[in-house]
């Protein structure tokens, strides 16, 4: 049998007396989107931070197809094949949307670290950053700056940011947090253009987006698994309602609630195009 795409197996996570997670096992099927949700305080956060790396488990392992990978810091995890977008904007603002793709793109490479690069050299990447933009939807504003773009287009170029390591897992933060409608159909149309060929694990508060993107859902509560399924299975779970302290009307309506989220990285820009 295939091992999972990305396998959680018995994590615990402490700090300092603090169990943020409690014996956590989840298995994420290739090419499938798998939603965590939970209540504010769930582990959802830190969950998705020992997935990617940020965090090492105080037990338990990480697995990416097959592979144990929960000693393995972020970098090496993106070069393994799983790259993450974060709730908290994570662009270069002075930049255009064109200029923070080639950052991204070159940034594993030995151009960072060059003082002079030719424009052939630089012209390698354009076919890639074209297929990102054309991607992500986002071709028609390449030569914007990434500060001038709305929210939503900017969680478009940080998921295209994602892309620019090939990942074949790819984490999403919160996609539509802080976001209006038409922000959040533009998200959904997005998720769902780049999990084809990809596995998509997503933390997400709105239970209408869940609802349309995840073929599997599973529930935390004070840093355990208590329901974990297809979508129709799980929002009838005598647990999951318990654990949002209403009836389902409520817990699986379009606004549902949700947690603050981890902060993005910084970096310096290498050469780009000017």
Do not use: C
């Not at 500060?147 to 170029?157: I, N, Q």
């Amino acid at each position: 049998m295939t091992a999972p795409a990305l396998q959680a197996i018995h994590l615990h996570k402490d700090f300092r007396g603090f169990t943020a997670t409690n014996d956590v096992t989840l298995d994420v099927h290739e090419g499938e989107i798998h939603a965590v949700i939970g209540p504010n305080g769930a582990g959802k956060t830190t969950l998705f931070n020992l997935l990617s790396g940020f965090l090492k488990p105080t037990s338990g392992e990480v697995r990416l197809f097959g592979e144990r990978v929960d000693r393995l810091p972020p970098e090496v995890l993106v070069r393994r094949g799983l790259s993450r977008s974060f709730q908290i904007s994570s662009v270069f603002p002075s930049m255009t949307v064109r200029e923070n793709l080639a950052v991204a793109l070159q940034a594993p490479t030995h151009l960072p670290r060059q003082f002079w690069t030719s424009e052939r050299v630089l012209a390698e990447f354009d076919d890639r950053i074209n297929q990102i933009l054309e991607e992500v939807g986002l071709s028609d504003l390449q030569y914007r700056l990434a500060a001038d773009l709305s929210h939503g287009e900017k969680r478009g170029l940080e998921i295209g940011l994602s892309l620019t390591q090939d990942p074949r897992v790819l984490l999403l933060d919160e996609p539509t947090s802080g976001m209006g409608s038409e922000g959040i159909e533009r998200v959904i149309s997005l998720v769902r253009r780049v999990a084809v060929g990809r596995t998509v694990v997503m933390v997400e508060h709105n239970m209408s987006v869940v609802a349309q993107l995840a073929d599997r859902i599973t529930v935390l509560q004070y840093g355990q698994v208590i329901a974990s399924g297809p979508y129709e299975q799980v929002r009838h779970d005598p647990a999951v309602i318990a654990a949002y302290l209403g009836h389902e009307a409520d817990i699986f309506a379009e606004d549902g609630p949700g947690e603050p989220t981890g902060a993005a990285p910084v970096g310096s820009p290498g050469p780009v195009r000017p």
